[in-house]
């Protein structure tokens, strides 16, 4: 009998115990959620202050805005926000896809603002009217997007580094403290193609494939290089499974499934391209008779010139400038990681030879490595190198390396090269992001 309640007491202190710790978790996530908020409405208020000060002052060097406005006569705030593909994203938003470049962009940013239009800011349009309606919605979306993906951000690290809060915290700033401020508050699409990114790698860093697959077959709706994300199904359910000896064939076959989802939203989008630009028009177009008339890819290299190397020309040499420091930095990061154990990085994983993986160098971000070689690469063949900047802003090993930096190189000591680096690497992204504010505002390149 004694036994009975010995073990009835014991077990009741047990779950006493775990109901503390789980609160106090619980506690301690929202107080650093709480924080997390505040840093990047904070970021968000500094960088709207800032472009509307400029727009007020220095103006417009190019008037595109204005007259897609109608605001010529009379600039308003808003004006300073609608720069260089914005101009598509309003223009999308308020009369669909008409040119057959314009489906570079892609429909989930518009389909919103148009939504937001007609629903919570509908009475509006008879105050500013349906344009500038528009573009509040977009940018609107952008700054909630923003804030969101700053948490998300965290709760991605705390994931996958439960025992590293630091960095969950410092990565979030730097991700606040993005160079590419200004796009990620304007109606564009960095923003909330952040959060949706960092939402499913956290579903898939908890096993919930279905619910990542979903929201990334979503994201692919709002850029295409969402669909790269299939490989974190493969690396996961693949190849992990095969390490540990386990039967992967089924994982191959989810796999497979969850990556149709992830494209479902990039390949509706090319069915429109082809019924609206082909089968309604029947336009002669040379995509249209190709084997697989992907629009995307003729548009990127028909109107934007991407294509393999296409960049590399003399006078892109200061657009490669301005992408060095991303660059370089991505560089230095990606060699610190491998550096720290080799052999796992190039056997995916297969062969350990460092028993401590420590925060930045933990296992749980291998598969991450891989996304940012791959898409550095990709970047710097098949794009406009400078995109670079607003490219990377959805790549969390970045901020976690960049946390990784600024941990080490601050508590360190002064005048180390450690400390040194994360002074450089943080008044980069300052004082970029304070240029690139005033530039994009005043419609100065780059873009």
Known sequence: MLLKVKKGVSSHVVNIMICIFFSENTFFLFTMLKEVYAIATASRLVTIGIAIVTYRFVGSYDSSAEIQLNSTSRPGILDAFLRWDALYFLHIAEHGYVYEQETAFFPVMPLLARLLTKTVFYPLQSIIGKKYTLLLSGI??????????????????????????????????????????????????????????????????????????????????????????????????????????????????????????????FGLFQYYGYNEFCAKTMMD????????????????KEYWNNGFLAYYELKQIPNFILAAPIILLSIFGLKTFIQHDSFRFWTIGYVTTTAKNPGYFNSSLLVYMYLWICLLIFVTTEMHVQVIIRFFTSLPPLYWFVGHLWIKGFSGAKGSIVSYIAQLVLSYLVLYG??????????????
Do not use: H
Not at 213 to 227: F, H, K, L, Q, Y
């Open 140 to 265: 609107t979306i952008s700054n909630i997007a923003f804030i969101l993906a700053a948490c998300s951000l965290y709760k991605l690290t705390l994931t996958l580094l439960p025992k590293n809060k630091k960095i969950a915290m410092v990565s979030s700033i730097a991700f606040c403290l993005s160079p590419s401020a200004m796009f990620m508050s304007s109606f564009y699409t960095e923003s909330l193609f952040a959060f949706l990114s960092f939402t499913g790698m956290r579903w898939v860093a908890q096993k919930k494939y279905l619910s990542a697959a979903m929201i990334w077959g979503a994201t692919s709706a709002v850029r295409s290089n969402a669909i790269v994300y299939s490989g974190f199904f493969f690396y996961d359910l693949v190849w992990t499974r095969f390490l540990g000896g386990k039967n992967f064939l089924t994982g191959f076959l989810r796999s497979v499934f969850y990556t149709l989802i992830t494209c479902v939203g």
């Open 285 to 300: 177009r040379p995509w249209c008779a190709s084997k697989v008339p992907l629009l995307y890819s003729f548009v990127q």
């Open 434 to 447: 304070l240029i690139g504010i005033i530039l994009f505002a005043a419609f100065l390149p780059p873009a």
